[in-house]
């Protein structure tokens, strides 16, 4: 038995806004609301993060994700959506449970900003993608 806060979610011991349920997966409102209608889904098996969730799990995670975010849109007035899954504590994980972050965008002045700088000068792509073919 696992202590983290989305297994006590899905225990029933901590409330949540409850936005999907079914045999394998929850999803609910995340308590930070980054911007209106943040939501995370969640695997109800405990697995600690993406890197570690059996392939069937996060198809199943993955498809909430999407019809999530497409209510996002139409039920919301959101312009755009972002996934998001964070994995292990140097990318930001702070709840050791895999979950997705479905996160309706309105504007670039609402709650979320990600910026991808490049930072590609001096690296040797070549050899960068041929350390991690995965074929
Ligand atoms: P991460 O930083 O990717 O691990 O995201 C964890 C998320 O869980 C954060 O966005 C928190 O706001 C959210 N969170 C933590 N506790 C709760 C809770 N009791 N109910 C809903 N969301 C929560």
Not at 10 to 31: S, W
Not at 38 to 50: G, S
Not at 98 to 107: A, L, N, Q, S, T
């Given at each position: ?81 972002n ?16 979950h ?36």
């Amino acid at each position: 038995m696992h202590d983290d806060v989305f297994c006590k979610i899905i225990r029933g011991e901590i409330p949540c806004y409850k936005v999907f349920e079914d045999q394998d997966v929850l999803a609910f409102l995340d308590i930070s609301q980054v911007t209106k209608g943040h939501t995370l889904v969640v695997p109800k098996d405990h697995y600690d993060n993406f890197l570690s969730v059996p392939q069937e799990v996060m198809h199943k995670v993955m498809d909430v994700a999407q019809r999530i975010g497409q209510v996002q849109i139409s039920m919301l007035g959101a312009k755009g959506v972002n996934i998001l899954t964070n994995c292990y504590e140097a990318a930001g994980q702070s709840v050791k449970h895999f979950h997705v972050h479905v996160i309706p965008r309105y504007d670039n002045e609402d709650g979320l900003r990600l910026e991808m700088k490049d930072s590609s000068e001096g690296l040797n792509l070549p050899a960068i993608a041929k350390d991690l073919r995965i074929d």
